[in-house]
């Protein structure tokens, strides 16, 4: 799951990373008077007003109902922040990473305008190599990192933390002085490094990214941005973590998947993967590269799919657009091959099947499940083991997408593929 900004900063300040003091705003209406909170707590004569999204490069992004204005904005008066905040929330913000579809902006965040002398780079991420969180650190904070790691790498230092003891103070102090800091600065920088390790192991990261890490003129060290992604499997050890979830940023057939209890990750491709086990998922998305195509998604119904949980699964997958075919590869086990095939047949008829769908399944009741799927009259293929499922998913999905000379694009998108019916082994 990822945070909002203002997310971020809150979950960073117990574990000793300082923030600057602010405000997230959901309705215009409340942005004068959180301004005016921030101004008689801080004295602060100038703000800065945020969108909030989950998206990076908002600071060069355009709204698209307001070209003039960006997604971070420094203001003079608490008057002004409550004029910006008009002009923000319920409108659409286009950045590099939104795509040219933007995000709506549903909430906002307010600070005080620090004045910064120095901007750092700070980030905590699991080094799978190493088996241990690994806290880098650059001197060019507030630019993209991407480009610092291409052009010197030598420029980003690392520190890997004990898995026992977390980040000594030792290491953080190298990092800070490796990015030549020194006295109080140094401290703060130490302290904020210390308390990013244990952030991202209390909180269970799997990305924590701040950027920049500022050095204010008075030598404070704040995180003036901050970037979170929360590990969705440690849920159960966080009963705070809904609070967090803003379902206007989540994909939709995400949100569905999680309130069925299904482990689902959508993709860039276009082939959906139902599958169950997660061993199973790899090796379907694997073998789909290898045949020259690309999943849409990680689907996984468990071990102990129920008919209804395949029925529900298969709507999931026939609800992204953005599935061109449909591949469905279960290995029956506690899981009967006959259930998955009657809910597979279900769903097809309740919901209908515009994109082609190849079905492997092998196992427990396999020859009932096969049976079920030939005698139920859909237009879907049968395949006899996982390669030629994946086979035949590329090249159906290709061919949808590229329909022969003088054919239309209809009949093709309307799914209706030949029965394909194949012994089973």
Not at 32 to 61: C, M, N, P, S
Not at 360 to 378: S, W
């Amino acid at each position: 799951m990822n945070l909002h900004e203002h997310q971020a900063k809150t979950l960073l300040r117990p574990h000793g990373v300082r923030v600057p003091p602010h405000r997230a705003v959901l309705r215009p209406g409340e942005a004068l008077r959180a301004a005016q909170q921030l101004l008689d707590e801080t004295g602060a004569a100038r703000f800065v007003v945020k969108a909030q999204i989950h998206a990076g490069g908002r600071g060069k992004g355009r709204f698209m109902e307001d070209p003039e204005l960006g997604g971070v904005k420094l203001v003079e008066s608490t008057a002004e922040v409550s004029s910006v905040a008009e002009r923000m929330l319920g409108r659409t913000l286009v950045t590099l990473q939104t795509g040219p579809a933007g995000r709506v902006v549903n909430r906002i965040l307010i600070e005080p305008v620090l004045p910064i002398a120095r901007e750092l780079y700070v980030a905590a991420v699991l080094d799978r190599v190493q088996q241990r969180i690994c806290v880098m650190a650059c001197a060019e904070g507030g630019v993209e990192i991407e480009e610092v790691a291409a052009r010197a790498p030598e420029k980003i230092l690392r520190e890997w933390v004990d898995p026992v003891i977390g980040l000594s103070a030792y290491q953080a102090r190298r990092l800070a002085y490796g990015l030549g800091l020194q006295d109080r600065a140094a401290k703060g920088a130490a302290e904020a490094f210390v308390g990013v390790a244990r952030a991202f192991e209390q909180e269970d990261c799997t990305l924590l990214e701040i950027n920049p890490l500022v050095i204010t003129q008075t030598n404070d060290v704040v995180a003036l941005d901050a970037k979170v992604t929360l590990d969705d499997s440690a849920a159960y050890r966080h009963p705070g973590w809904p609070d967090f979830l803003d379902s206007a940023e989540e994909d939709p057939s995400e949100l569905s998947a999680q309130a069925a209890n299904l482990a689902y990750v959508k993709l860039d491709g276009a082939i959906g993967c139902m599958v169950n086990g997660a061993g199973l998922a790899m090796a379907t998305m694997d073998i789909i590269r290898a045949f020259g195509g690309s999943p849409a998604n990680f689907l996984d119904v468990g071990g102990g799919a129920s008919k209804e949980r395949v029925v529900l699964a298969l709507k999931i997958i026939l609800a992204d657009v953005n599935v061109r075919g449909i591949f469905v590869n279960i290995f029956g086990g506690i899981v009967h091959c006959d259930l998955v095939a009657q809910g597979i047949v279900d769903a097809v008829r309740e919901v209908g099947l515009a994109v082609p769908l190849v079905v492997r399944l092998e196992g427990t009741n396999v020859e009932a499940g096969r049976r079920i799927l030939a005698e139920a009259g859909l237009h879907l293929t049968t395949a006899s083991d996982m390669a030629d499922g994946a086979r035949q998913a590329v090249a159906l999905t290709r061919r949808a997408d590229d329909p022969p000379p003088g054919a239309s694009q209809a009949p093709l998108a309307s799914g209706a593929q030949p029965a394909e019916k194949r012994p089973g082994r």
